[in-house]
């Protein structure tokens, strides 16, 4: 790391040849989601046994002077301003996607033709169509031995990871109800200004893509099954926001001339659905709750026992276990931080926590091992393009009254 | 009391006359409600201030034995097998219905067209058509200066009645989304018997009208508004369940050859909603959530702040301040133990708290209060049928593939 | 109840004989005890089966009007101004005490010298000699088969009883941890006025007393072993107060000559100490903690388990099983609630939380039951007297620089 | 990072001169605080914008494989075996010593001694005279500009870091009480094996220095005060422990064979001190608290307000504002993840929580700005060595029958 810090960042430069056992990564984005896969690759590899060394060959970004920044903060060896000019980098083998969904076919597309394996942010796309060219281009690649997997990287918390395993272990029994909810709050304010993400060209959807794409995932993954449709509701509450400073030359400036734009996506969206095997699931995600900041819920209930977690918790796991006598039966407080936890092997004794970041932490390990060892990528871009017409289908039930909107499968 | 306890209760006998400035109650049903009601009846006279004394003047029942067992135990003084006999009653001035729903429309109405206040069970009745005819009776016995109510309990919940109180203010601003469950766990177990709250004809719905007309109720009130449509889904996840012991005569009694019963209630109801202003609402009432006892969650996001409880912890209330600093902005979990709070002025000092049954003390006073000043009652019949058309609404929507469906004004 | 209610409460007539299988009790008292334990008494034989039905026969109270209106208000029969007059009816079998701790002895030595079960209010004493007299008549009466018993009536919480039978079966192991705190904040303001609780004459002592005593008894209830020695340290911080409107004559009024006197008792006491098995224990009593309103807190640690409890949240109970595996072991809130938990076989369904007062509900239940089947009192005056005993131990610590101070067998 | 990890570690080697702009920090100890102090030094300048660029320029420990091995586990890009050779080196600027307490006094005084920066872990030593000889060299060093820091991490939580803020800004008022406890379980089974922490030559105390350290350090720092006294009592409730594996050659193995070592650290210690101010203060450091795995919690209370806290949800930080009305006033939940909040304006968003090692994280950041900015360092070795007073006068009243026993200024 510190060697690293010490080169000058060069897109120019002839790319250095990595040594045999690495995987480098060329990362486009370097915003929230390029600071958090950063810190992700920069990690891993010193704290998991990885069968290759992730190594941060060159990241990209269309302004030089802020790509360059990016690179030397983040500890990325070079900087490119065109995508292209990335995937055809010989120091790079996997294409990490981190940029706003709009992109995300046309990227992935090309790397994976390029013989490059992918990591792209969800959601997958901003519609069905993309997602699918996506899910092709990732067969053909598959053929060819290459990756590609999509960031549902609350999968890799802990907690969750574990979840599952209890899940799956039959632990509580068949299912009855699923519960999700993803609360933020972050456009209480009317004030708050229009950014990229309100806008439906740019993000595809609102709170639904944002926020709603990873419950979905989540109870799906959780379950072990897949929703065959949905009944939905959304809003958008707050209909026109504040340009951005800068996106409004010429006005005076003064609060009463305030230029305002269209908020073209929803702040909210809640709906109801079926698993295949008839448990019931709902869903909410909002960016309108005032002082939840991340409340990523989830309860899950069967007939043997239930689960429940939030992310706002992100070390705790609340299990009851059903078949216990109901004198001493209730919710019990899983601190997740024991040696045999899903992730725990790497990390610090019992009781000293992970955080956000770790996700990605986790998910670079396993992006690591599944292209060393040839294993089916989970999640894989099919299980993103699921969860994308998951999505389509609340907001065609949603443009057509609620009514019951199967998701095709 | 120890007085009371010392009579005989023979229902055969005159009835005694109150004392001027007593209140002759006269209840109808003595299961889990009738002790609940008596607990409320026998203690709101020696907590609170009240112009008229509770007298829990006769209780009635089909069962002579039973409902003269159920007299001497909860402390009344007489005891009738007739409801009609006990509307006949001059020591009776209020009817306090407390059976199945099937029966509701039929007494109340009889009552009040008697000349006798009534308090009602919720839901209201088994139907729309029952509930209007009950409006009705109550809006011509309200010109003779009666009083009906309906006993939407968990309104009288001190930390629900200081929400209230909040909202109403405008602590929350223009409200954005209340989602609102009700989980118990009671059938979680398909061995669980088939009693009379699983058959339509008796009990109207399941989870629904038992658990969700709760929740209706409480979001409208907290609120201030109403729904003005739903989208919903329900299920009957066991559909056969074991008749009750004694039900099934001449069997054998081995497991193998059990008689067992259709279940023609749902099992589960979960819906979304518009209110009035626009916010969106959710909702859940379930008896198949394992581990949640009395889980009725209630949380409501305005622009200025937002409020959550949990039936659980029933002395408590969060409330998120908005309009506070970021730093030091957070849920707060008031204890609502104060003198200033709602029903607080006689109880115990902060921090001692009350217990569910103190809803039907808090009930009790303020019935006695309504009609000793002849205010306008509330939750009324008007407040009752409301709600039972937001419950047909559902079941209507549950059967129309969740199309959203309006709620009548 | 509602006959009682219309009785004339007057002293001067003849008391009423009770009819056979009542148990006449007698109060003295009717501040905030008083009217908790008017509550237990009135409740009590509505809730479980007993076989003597408590009476509430008389309250005693020096001044006339407000001993007749609170005769009036809690629901007894009749009224006295002299305790030694209420001893003497005999209507009266039991003699509940109520009253500050500086009249304890001498009211319960005189009531069983005069054949009288006593229930008497925590601490038992305000001072160890005191307390010893007490135990000295309480064996005496014992011989005559009368009752003694102390109101430590948190034992009573069926979280507390269920904890104390988790730890007699041995599900914790041997014990190495005890931890109690009491907080509350009431004192927090220095103008909060001198009350005869800041007096030692009248009450002992000050947080030790009224909350330390709680606490101390819990600890060696739970574990099943007692103190064997204590070190100490207490505290007043606010050490002038104001004296109580009407008690300062003549004063203009004005906040700068508003006259004070001197608390002489402390605002806080925190002790450790070890128990008979090797166990350490550590203990807060205090009226300063800023927003803890009720928080007597426990938790017990054992080489099997662990337990914990907040009297803020008393239907709930935190046990830690530490012979399940490490990945599903951790705290599970019990929800005491349960028809197999003490107490519960009388109350509602699970999930439907009792609250304070119930405690007292259950102490009348069990006064009842040990007078009836000649049982031993537990809490006995012993118990109590041994809890002075730690009590003294505690000042003389701190008296004494803390050193480790035994607490005499 | 993906270069340091090509570099092969050469101890031989001459070391590289740093850059410019670079602190050369080498690290003596790989062990559980030799990994999370890489973690922090690989991270730190990667989310603060820093004066200084921390390099991780070598590693020491005596075995030369496990160095090797840790070196490149960690990223460091050298490694030494003699820990007076990684002083030497002219890349290396700062020691930071993550070994047993028992050689933190020779390597930092060395350290000091040869011109360089010192970060030592906590305790500082592992008694007062050795604690004392360092202060003097840090004192020395500083004449020379060199800082000398002790590694109090949970100061740089930043719920803690932002209490001691709004401590400090008077919030709270004059403070009564506070408590602090830190509770872990891994001692529980008595299987557990006898390491170098339970030996008093290697370990200086047991969960006195390796708990108790942190809640007292925390106790005064956060209440911007010191301890005047204490009163202790402590306890080795399992005295004796199997060898470790390895250490008993010659032994069959057999269960009942297996050879035991004494304990000669303390399992537990309670204490209770006064404050400067006068405040109340208790505290307890255990590793036999079963089911506690991390358990730090401190309250602090004061006329004005209180603040607890729990390292087991360091996100989280709970505030009561007593100047409140009572009616609204409660403790709430600050999730200390805004961006005004220490520490988070290089994070994530808000509710995108932190986890245990970014403490290190912020350790480093603050070391290094001391460093470049020649600010006084806090915490300071003189810091450390009152810590080391205070768990002194425990131990010394804990062996004096918990005697007050005064903390030399």
Same mark, same amino acid.
């Given at each position: ?42 990690? +891993?590899?010193?704290?998991?046994? %990885? /069968? %290759? ?23 990325? *060896? ?21 940029? /706003? ?17 992918? %990591? ?21 690649? *598959? +053929? ?14 802990? +907690?969750?990871?574990?979840? &599952? ?10 299912? &009855? ?16 200004? %229009? ?46 926001? /504040? ?69 706002? &918790? ?35 004794? /019992? ?59």
């Amino acid at each position: 790391m510190a060697r690293s810090q010490e080169t000058e960042t060069q897109a120019s430069a002839p790319p250095p040849r990595q040594a045999p056992g690495t995987l480098g990564v060329g990362m486009v984005g370097y915003a929230f989601m390029g600071a958090a896969h950063s810190q992700g690759w920069r990690t +891993a590899g010193h704290v998991f046994d %990885l /069968p %290759l060394r992730p190594a941060l060959a060159a990241i990209c970004g269309r302004d030089r002077a802020a790509v360059d920044a990016a690179a030397a903060r983040h500890g990325w *060896a070079a900087a490119e301003t065109d995508w292209r000019a990335l995937i055809a980098r010989d120091d790079v083998q996997l294409i990490d996607i981190c940029t /706003p969904g709009d992109s995300h076919a046309e990227i992935a597309i090309a790397a994976l033709e390029a013989g490059k394996h992918v %990591l792209c942010e969800k959601p997958l796309a901003n519609n069905v169509a993309e997602a699918e060219a996506m899910v092709r281009a990732a067969e053909a690649a *598959a +053929a060819r031995g290459q990756v590609a997997m999509v960031g549902f990287n609350y999968r890799k918390v802990p +907690a969750i990871s574990y979840a &599952r395993q209890l899940i799956a272990e039959g632990r509580l029994g068949p299912l &009855r109800h699923v519960r999700a909810t993803y609360l933020q709050d972050w456009l209480v304010d009317p004030a708050s200004p %229009l950014t990229w993400r309100l806008k439906r060209e740019h993000a595809g959807s609102g709170a639904l893509g944002d926020l709603g794409a990873h419950i979905v995932d989540l109870a799906q993954y959780l379950a072990g099954e897949l929703l065959t449709g949905v009944s939905a509701v959304s809003e958008t509450f707050v209909r026109e926001r /504040p340009l951005l400073a800068g996106a409004s030359a010429g006005l005076s400036g003064s609060a009463d001339t305030v230029e305002r734009g269209e908020v073209t996506v929803d702040d909210a969206a809640i709906f109801t659905g079926r698993l295949a095997s008839g448990a019931l699931a709902s869903f909410e995600a909002t960016r309108m709750a005032a002082g939840r900041k991340n409340a990523l819920r989830l309860e899950i209930n069967g007939e043997l026992g239930s689960l429940a977690f939030d992310l706002e &918790r992100l070390n705790e796991l609340s299990f009851h276990d059903h078949t216990e006598p109901a004198a001493t039966a209730g919710f019990r407080r899983i601190l997740v931080t024991e040696p045999e936890h899903p992730y725990l092997e790497a990390w610090w004794p /019992p009781g000293h926590g992970l955080g956000y970041e770790h996700t990605f932490v986790h998910q670079a390990r396993d992006v690591v091992r599944t292209i060393a060892e040839g294993a089916p990528p989970v999640p894989s871009f099919a299980d993103g393009l699921q969860v994308q017409r998951v999505l389509a289908a609340v907001e065609e039930s949603a443009a057509k009254n609620s009514v019951h909107t199967p998701v095709p499968a």
